[in-house]
């Protein structure tokens, strides 16, 4: 299931539209609603939909699926400004002043999670550096 989730969660993806993540669960259902069963479906389902919004959950299947989603946070310096970079490419059409006031909304948000990962294993591996770097970005 895991595997499944990590292989549609961006199967759909545009960067001018606010329902990706819906549009990719329903790609999985409309390829796996023969092969596997419905309770299956549905879950993989929620838990690509899940990633729009990384709200706190006890299923620890998918805490691991959202740490691993924010796991870019906790980059090098390097590869997390390289990131940060293509994320600006990819918001290009948006006016330079918008995008800087929403992208900090959106470090801000994440910054400010206590936690930010819900896992143990990436709460003390990961957590002090993607602290670090998204303060980095608020505070430049």
Same mark, same amino acid.
């Given at each position: 299931?895991?595997?499944?989730?990590?292989?549609?969660?961006?199967?759909? $993806?545009?960067?001018?539209?606010?329902?990706?993540?819906?549009?990719?669960?329903?790609?999985? #259902?409309? $390829?796996?609603?023969?092969?596997?069963? =419905?309770?299956?479906?549905?879950?993989?389902?929620?838990?690509? %939909? /899940?990633?729009?919004?990384?709200?706190?959950?006890?299923?620890?299947?998918?805490?691991?699926?959202?740490?691993?989603?924010?796991?870019?946070?906790? /980059?090098?310096?390097?590869?997390?400004? #390289?990131?940060? #970079?293509?994320?600006?490419?990819? $918001?290009?059409?948006?006016?330079?002043? %918008? $995008?800087?006031?929403?992208?900090? #909304? =959106?470090?801000?948000?994440?910054?400010?999670?206590?936690?930010?990962?819900?896992?143990?294993?990436?709460?003390?591996?990961?957590?002090?550096?993607?602290?670090?770097?998204?303060?980095?970005?608020?505070?430049?």
């Amino acid at each position: 299931m895991i595997h499944l989730q990590s292989r549609f969660h961006d199967a759909v $993806y545009d960067p001018q539209a606010k329902d990706n993540e819906l549009k990719s669960a329903e790609l999985l #259902e409309q $390829y796996l609603v023969q092969d596997l069963p =419905v309770d299956i479906v549905g879950k993989i389902k929620r838990w690509i %939909v /899940a990633t729009q919004k990384h709200a706190s959950t006890d299923e620890l299947d998918l805490q691991f699926l959202l740490d691993i989603d924010l796991a870019i946070l906790a /980059a090098s310096p390097e590869r997390f400004a #390289e990131y940060e #970079e293509q994320i600006q490419q990819e $918001y290009a059409w948006v006016d330079p002043d %918008v $995008y800087s006031i929403k992208r900090k #909304e =959106v470090l801000a948000h994440f910054y400010q999670a206590e936690p930010l990962y819900q896992t143990e294993y990436f709460q003390k591996n990961f957590e002090q550096r993607a602290k670090g770097s998204l303060k980095n970005l608020l505070y430049l």
